[in-house]
């Protein structure tokens, strides 16, 4: 079967290459502003952490807390027994 090249051929390819680009371009737009608006969401999501960060200590502000060494096991526990001296020599 041969086909020949003749003005309706032609003008009908050119049209489905630039529908077929437009098209593209389309969804290309559409995934930008998709990814935008999950950029803003995770944005305004950080912002009210934060915001609700600054609330909680801005509430605790001047506010004083007791902590015993008993419950607390961040502070560690010193052994009179277990301290060593050092001696130390003067170099001239």
């Known amino acids: ?3 020949e090249a003749g003005v309706t051929n032609v003008f009908r390819t050119v049209l489905i290459i630039v ?6 371009r389309f969804i290309g737009r559409l ?4 990814r935008a608006v999950e950029a803003e969401r ?5 912002q009210k952490a934060e ?3 600054f609330n909680k200590i ?8 007791i902590v015993s060494n008993s419950t ?3 502070i560690p526990k010193i052994n009179p027994n277990k301290v060593e001296d ?3 020599e003067e170099i001239e």
């Open 1 to 3: 079967m041969i086909i």
């Open 19 to 24: 529908g077929t680009l437009a098209l593209f």
């Open 31 to 34: 995934m930008i502003a998709k």
């Open 42 to 46: 995770a944005s305004l999501k950080k």
């Open 51 to 53: 915001e609700k960060e």
């Open 58 to 65: 801005k509430n605790q502000f001047g506010k004083t807390k």
């Open 72 to 74: 607390s096991t961040n």
């Open 86 to 88: 050092v001696d130390f």
